[in-house]
Nanobody, 116 residues
Framework: QVQLVESGGGSVQPGGSLRLSCAASGSIFKITIMRWYRQAPGKQRELVAS????????NYADSVKGRFTVSRDIAKNTVYLQMNSLEPEDTAVYYC?????????WGQGTQVTVSS
């Protein structure tokens, strides 16, 4: 099993920044890909960013390219999502996801609200 705990959400004005953290524990050796998803009210869950654990390559949704950055601290078993130039459309619950050995693991989600 893999456990994921997110933190770092909150409220921010448009143009502001937030950094989300996702701390992984348990059988982390199984993890192949780490992803950040988000889900806004009334909308489907959307893949925002991904990071492949072997090599560290990253990928982003077009809507966040150039504004969001996914990174990791291997020593802390933690993945981050740095979000800059936030827009009201970024308002959502953000979820950390880990995939490996045919299994999906999810964090509890953290709310991000962008509003003036």
């Amino acid at each position: 099993q893999v456990q994921l705990v997110e933190s770092g959400g909150g409220s921010v004005q448009p143009g502001g920044s937030l950094r989300l953290s996702c701390a992984a524990s348990g059988s982390i050796f199984k993890i192949t890909i780490m992803r950040w998803y988000r889900q806004a009210p009334g909308k489907q869950r959307e893949l925002v960013a991904s990071l492949i654990t072997t090599g560290g390559s990253t990928n982003y949704a077009d809507s966040v390219k150039g504004r969001f950055t996914v990174s990791r601290d291997i020593a802390k078993n933690t993945v981050y999502l740095q979000m800059n130039s936030l827009e009201p459309e970024d308002t959502a619950v953000y979820y950390c996801n880990a995939w490996g050995w045919g299994s999906d693991y999810w964090g509890q989600g953290t709310q991000v609200t962008v509003s003036s």
